[in-house]
């Protein structure tokens, strides 16, 4: 039997087509038009269409047996009453609301009562506080409907207007105990349960649809999985459902993810709690990664990055990156604040300046592995993927800095990976999602001389973090 996966991420459109005969037979990553993505959104109709126009690509000839979708988490886009988008889609990067949530965060009481309820901070970056800012804005809230790109994607394949519970789980519009729409910020928002898509879980499939079957060059009626996260998929498709796995994923942004089996969520926001399709995961995200690498590449440097990489480990000294450029997510929530250098010194050049924002990165995430550590235990094993496992030198600089061995798949796309598995279970082929893994391909370890290097390193990037602090 062949499954067919298609997933529109941050910035690229996705298609796998997996044989349960001969494992993956095709894959293709291919990067949005500048028209479909741009500063934060996405044109839903011109994304929907390269995505399924990839997936027809792949299943040329093939007798596909079940579509699995995928996406990322946090998108938001308004439609009319015809389904026609009267918005473009807004991304977690599209960080226009900021004002408007610090004013909210003002009111503790309000701010610690919705982070309680949905295990999502008062934060730009969730959709919840996107269509609060659409209403403020004047938009008339009772007159669209609302989808995010993957049950947009859902919707054009099948004529059905549902999403997952993981995938809202992502929006701040859920109720993570409930797993029910969370009425108080519907109501505070202007809008009602009947303009959102109906909650399913990830197991119940619908129709493939005239129209979806002829975009995608297949037979109407092929049952169609809707999408769950991107990072819960991620958790997925690397056997990271037990506890004390942590998938590590750095890509456009990047995050860290462990299961539990229950909503665990602390005192004081610093990390958020999402579903996974079957259970809850605890993590951490950050807006800068490779976002932040392509940044300095593309203004600051013209080379490669195997080219920039090839005398990296010579530098022993760079500044300290505060890896900002499009607000902070975790562990302090201040969607306003900006990146910066600092420590700047005569001798420095392009080549430190590079590797200060590989470090950047990496101290901001080993800060939010420390708050998760706290909550969570620390995790026997942790599983590295994304953009980052291409440069030998930024994995092992991370290794270095978590002091931990870090994992790398077999397959990179670990997100497909996942939704492959899903689709597995579906067609009876895996009984416990829990008991499946794809192997590792290398183990990169730590090397104990650059210990106290990155722990002086770190003490320094956290002074000048609490230093230019906006709270």
């Not at 990553?29 to 741009?38: A, R, T």
């Not at 599983?383 to 978590?402: E, N, P, R």
Request: glycine share 8%.
């Amino acid at each position: 039997m062949q499954i067919l996966v298609l997933e529109s991420s941050t910035s690229n459109s996705k298609a796998l087509l997996y044989s349960t005969e001969a494992g993956v037979m095709d894959m293709a990553v291919v990067e949005y038009l500048p028209e479909n993505n741009s500063n934060g959104t996405q044109d839903a109709e011109g994304v929907f269409r390269q995505t399924a126009e990839l997936g027809r690509r792949l299943c040329e000839g093939h007798k596909i047996d079940l579509i699995v979708l995928g996406n990322a988490f946090h998108s938001v886009l308004l439609c009319d009453r015809n389904m026609k988008p009267v918005t473009r889609v807004y991304s977690w990067a599209w960080t226009e609301p900021s004002e408007l949530c610090n004013r909210l965060r003002e009111d503790k009481e309000y701010t610690l009562k919705y982070y309680k309820n949905t295990g999502c901070m008062v934060n730009a970056i969730y959709p919840a506080f996107k269509l609060l800012y659409f209403k403020e804005k004047g938009y008339p809230m009772r007159d669209y409907y609302i989808f995010g790109q993957g049950d947009y994607n859902t919707f054009r394949l099948t004529g059905q207007r549902i999403v997952t519970d993981c995938m809202v789980s992502g929006s701040g519009l859920l109720n993570i105990h409930t797993k029910k729409y969370y009425t108080d910020i519907l109501d505070q928002i202007g809008i009602t349960e009947d303009q959102l898509c109906r909650l399913v879980t990830y197991k119940e499939t619908v129709p493939l649809s005239k129209e979806g079957a002829e975009l995608l060059g297949l037979q109407t009626g092929i049952p169609v999985m809707p999408p769950c996260g991107d990072g819960a998929l991620n958790q997925v498709g690397v056997g990271a459902l037990k506890e004390g796995v942590m998938t590590f994923s750095v890509g456009t942004s990047a995050a860290l993810r462990l299961t539990t089996h229950k909503p665990l969520i602390p005192d004081e926001p610093s990390t958020w709690c999402y579903l996974s399709p079957v259970t809850w995961m605890s993590g951490a995200a950050t807006s800068g990664a490779c976002n932040s690498t392509d940044w300095y590449k593309e203004n600051f440097y013209n080379l490669s990055y195997s080219d920039i990489e090839k005398n990296s480990s010579d530098v022993k000294d760079t500044p300290i990156f505060l890896p900002f450029l499009f607000g902070e997510r975790c562990p302090g929530w201040q969607d306003e604040r900006k990146g910066a250098f600092v420590n700047i010194q005569p001798h420095h050049n392009n080549r430190d300046f590079y590797c200060a924002v590989q470090e950047g990165i990496l101290f901001n995430l080993y800060q939010c592995y420390k708050v998760l550590c706290r909550l969570n235990g620390t995790p026997g094993r942790i599983i590295l993927s994304g953009g980052i496992v291409h440069s030998v030198f930024w994995t092992q600089m991370c290794a270095d800095i978590f002091g931990a061995d870090m994992e790398i798949p077999e397959i990179g796309q670990s997100s497909l990976m996942g939704a492959v598995v899903l689709g597995l279970e579906k067609l009876g082929y895996i009984r416990d999602l829990n008991d499946f893994s794809f192997p590792v391909k290398r183990i990169v370890r730590p090397n104990p001389d650059k210990k106290e290097f990155y722990a002086r390193k770190f003490e320094e990037y956290m002074y000048w973090y609490n230093k230019l602090s906006s709270h």
